[in-house]
């Protein structure tokens, strides 16, 4: 159990990364065993701090994946989503408490919005 205080705003903004570290168990990060330094770089990126990426996972059907995102203040944003091995860089727009599934293409390299069941709309 744990209290957190501060502006309402903020709070919104923070307390669903907060709750995933707080009741999800401590995992391994990988390492580079061959002793190099480079940096690895990330699968996806969201340029917005809030917008939260509730599901990676390879499709039900097929060689694609599904992305999915979560709006958890209650207040439209927007983010750039990237995925740079991909080429895909695209801006996403979603409204309050809004949930967004995007099927990813790896051999188009195309990012496609979904149902939430990953039928197209």
Known sequence: FW???????QRLEQVGREAAAHSEPPFLLPFRPDGRNDKVRPLIELHDEVIELS???????????ILRL?????????????IPFL????????????????????????????????HEL
Do not use: W
């Open 3 to 9: 209290v957190r205080g501060g502006p309402i705003e």
């Open 55 to 65: 599901a990676f996972k390879q499709a039900h059907t097929g060689e694609e994946f």
């Open 70 to 82: 979560f709006e958890p203040t209650g207040r439209s944003r927007s983010t750039v989503m990237e």
């Open 87 to 118: 080429g895909i860089r695209k801006r996403l727009r979603l409204k309050g408490f809004e949930v967004k599934t995007y099927r990813i293409d790896p051999r188009a390299g195309t990012l496609k919005e979904v149902s939430l069941t990953e």
